[in-house]
Antibody, heavy 124, light 107 residues
Framework: QITLKESGPTLVKPTQTLTLTCTFSGFSLSTSGVGVGWIRQPPRKALEWLALIYWNDDKRYSPSLKSRLTITKDTSKNQVVLTMTNMDPVDTATYYC????????????????WGQGTLVTVSS | SYELTQPPSVSVSPGQTARITCSGDALPKQYAYWYQQKPGQAPVLVICKDSERPSGIPERFSGSSSGTTVTLTISGVQAEDEADYYCQSADSSGIWVFGGGTKLTVL
């Protein structure tokens, strides 16, 4: 059974760096094809894809946020960490991590298991 | 940057068919996926690879593709289908994107 859970601060101040951790179970990030992504959703707004890390440490970032994001993995701990620098009130959102879609042993560019999300508020 | 365009809202009566479109230049070459999101919940994948239903998704959900547009069709809409729906795809360089979302209202 695949599960993911996000953790991190609920409140950060403008200009600070946000660090979020995704702790997962039921799969290994050392298995070929596996990936874990981060997605956010401001209150009452649309989903926004942020970043993805693959089993081979390949990484992809949203072009609009690339300069502020870093995604890393700790395979031994079953964790993926996302850092976002220079936080601003517009970054207030629920942040989700999710597992790359696996269908019949093949991996696709979608997300089949999601964490519950964690609300991060940016305010002084 | 790559964009996916959805209508902001769609309204249907119970039992009718709802169609939600998603347009993007790369869709002829890349798969599209659809997610359903209800208030306060994480998204759920309802259609993958343009037209396939993941296990556990009701048969009334279907997907199709034509050129630069993909369509999510919900046949015999039920009250429980009222939700936000998002399309998602990726470009050839591995950059993912979500559409702006469509709010489905069941009248």
């Amino acid at each position: 059974q695949i599960t993911l859970k996000e953790s991190g601060p609920t409140l950060v101040k403008p200009t600070q760096t946000l660090t979020l951790t995704c702790t997962f179970s039921g799969f290994s990030l050392s298995t070929s094809g596996v990936g874990v992504g981060w997605i956010r959703q401001p209150p009452r707004k649309a989903l926004e894809w942020l970043a993805l890390i693959y089993w081979n440490d390949d990484k992809r970032y949203s072009p609009s946020l690339k300069s502020r994001l870093t995604i890393t993995k700790d395979t031994s701990k079953n964790q993926v960490v996302l850092t976002m620098t220079n936080m601003d009130p517009v970054d207030t959102a629920t942040y989700y991590c999710a597992h790359r879609l696996n269908e019949s042993g093949f991996y696709y560019d979608a997300l089949d298991y999601w964490g519950q999300g964690t609300l991060v508020t940016v305010s002084s | 940057s790559y964009e996916l365009t959805q209508p902001p809202s769609v309204s249907v009566s119970p039992g009718q068919t709802a169609r939600i479109t998603c347009s993007g230049d790369a869709l002829p070459k890349q798969y599209a996926y659809w997610y359903q999101q209800k208030p306060g919940q994480a998204p759920v994948l309802v259609i993958c690879k343009d037209s396939e239903r993941p296990s556990g998704i009701p048969e009334r959900f279907s997907g199709s593709s034509s050129g630069t547009t993909v369509t999510l069709t919900i046949s015999g809409v039920q009250a429980e289908d009222e939700a936000d729906y998002y399309c998602q795809s990726a470009d050839s360089s591995g950059i993912w994107v979500f559409g702006g979302g469509t709010k489905l209202t069941v009248l």
